[in-house]
């Protein structure tokens, strides 16, 4: 059995965070009070104090989202590595015409931690920080787990997840498609920063995109080099 939390209004109020930041659209109080199994008066507390710190804020319809308050939280969060990381994401996005990205491991998840989008694209594959999903999925989770030994591993990994773990550890980078989001592909580097001053978790940064022929080896060699140039920033050993 789970583990109860030593706060339910704390817990409660991450959730509704969660809640919004995974949906595709400004929530109802309705429709977050049946997503969160609560009463629409708790939910509506709850709300309340989180408008009051500005991380949540309504429309002139009274719908939720994610107040600004929450990019200025989210910043903060290895801001060293997002720091040294966007130069080398937006130059990668333009060059290539693809949506480039930095995703940790928490956890079982892994999480988009900065992402660029290319200027000049026609269409491009949005990836917004703070989306995350499980780690057996998508290219960028294959990258991390290549990079750790299994026993670091947070999930036991099916036969067929191990081998494409062993696949990209042996070629440097990993692929997927239709793993995340149908039709998208998407290719990853593992970013080592272990022997760097501060202590990270678990990197890679990865492109995505949709119906194109590019050549994996050739994106992977892309972003190897933006990896090394963060790993250099940073005092990480190429290890």
Known sequence: MAQAPASQTLSRGIRILEI???????????????????HRSIAYRLLRTLEDHALVSRDAAGRLALGARMAALAAG???DLQA??????????????????????????????????????????A?????RHSITVGAPSKAI??????????????????AQIDDARERGYATSHDEVIPTV???????????SQRPHR??????????????PAALAARLELSAAAIRGALGGSAS
């Open 145 to 162: 787990l290549s990079a750790l030994p299994a026993g670091e591993w947070p999930v036991d990994p099916s036969p067929v997840l191990r």
């Open 20 to 38: 919004l930041a995974d949906a595709r659209a400004p929530l109802t109080i309705d429709e977050l009070a049946a997503e969160l199994g609560v």
């Open 84 to 125: 040294e990381a966007l130069p080398e994401l937006t130059a990668v996005a333009n060059e290539l015409g693809m949506t480039c990205f930095l995703a940790v491991l928490d956890r079982d998840e892994c999480i988009t931690l900065a992402s660029v989008e290319p200027r000049h694209a026609i269409a491009s594959v």
């Open 185 to 195: 592909q998407a290719v990853a580097v593992p970013l080592r920063l272990r022997g």
């Open 202 to 215: 678990p990197a890679a940064i990865a492109v995505v995109h949709v119906g194109t022929d590019a050549d």
């Open 127 to 131: 990836q917004r920080p703070g989306a």
């Open 77 to 79: 969060v290895s801001q």
